[in-house]
């Protein structure tokens, strides 16, 4: 599941500034489609004091919204960056999805299934058996390409949620 999931992320470079949300829920597919239509025009029109950034937005999974941009060309500024959460909020009201929400969790399920929810969700899947410290999680707080690559997926006992993974059901 890791791999596939890396694979994924084959157009963002080492050194891409990258900014990761989490939707509350699977896209379907029109929703996915949407989403990927209206983010390939954000990114394609997406600039800094005038001068075009080189960026993208990528979907992993239907669940996580990936916003990358070539820091190397040309960096986004704070009002670009408050340009990027505005197509977020926009997306959010157009598909009916929470992608503001840092208190969304995912992780993958007994080495094979890709879950998400509140952490009282990961909570229960520890207790139920199907999570536990080494469980991978997603570490949504990483900022450019190298980390996505090395420090996104990480055991649940090297991430916030470690107080959770050390429950059990006995």
């Known amino acids: 599941m890791k791999a596939k999931i890396l694979a994924q992320l084959g157009a963002i470079g080492p050194n891409d500034s990258i ?3 989490q939707s509350n829920r699977v896209l379907n597919d029109q929703e996915s489609q949407s989403l990927l239509d209206s983010g390939a025009e954000f990114a394609e029109n997406w600039s800094t004091h005038g001068k075009s950034l080189q960026a993208s937005v990528l979907l992993v999974e239907k669940l996580f919204v990936i916003v990358r941009v070539d820091k190397n060309h040309l960096a986004a500024s704070g009002c ?3 340009k990027s ?3 977020v909020k926009d997306t959010e009201d157009a598909l009916g999805i929470t992608l503001l929400d840092r208190l969304q969790v995912a ?3 007994n080495g094979t299934e890709l879950k998400n929810g509140k952490p009282t969700d990961f909570e229960a899947a520890v207790v139920a058996g199907n999570a536990n410290p080494n469980t ?3 570490n949504n707080t990483v900022n450019n390409g190298l980390a996505i690559l090395t420090q ?3 055991p649940a006992s090297q991430s916030w949620l470690s107080r959770f993974a050390q429950k059990t059901n006995a």
Do not use: H, R
């Open 85 to 87: 959460v505005k197509w």
């Open 152 to 154: 996104w997926m990480i």
């Open 136 to 138: 991978l999680i997603f």
């Open 107 to 109: 992780w993958i399920e």
């Open 80 to 82: 670009s960056i408050d």
């Open 19 to 21: 900014w990761i949300y």
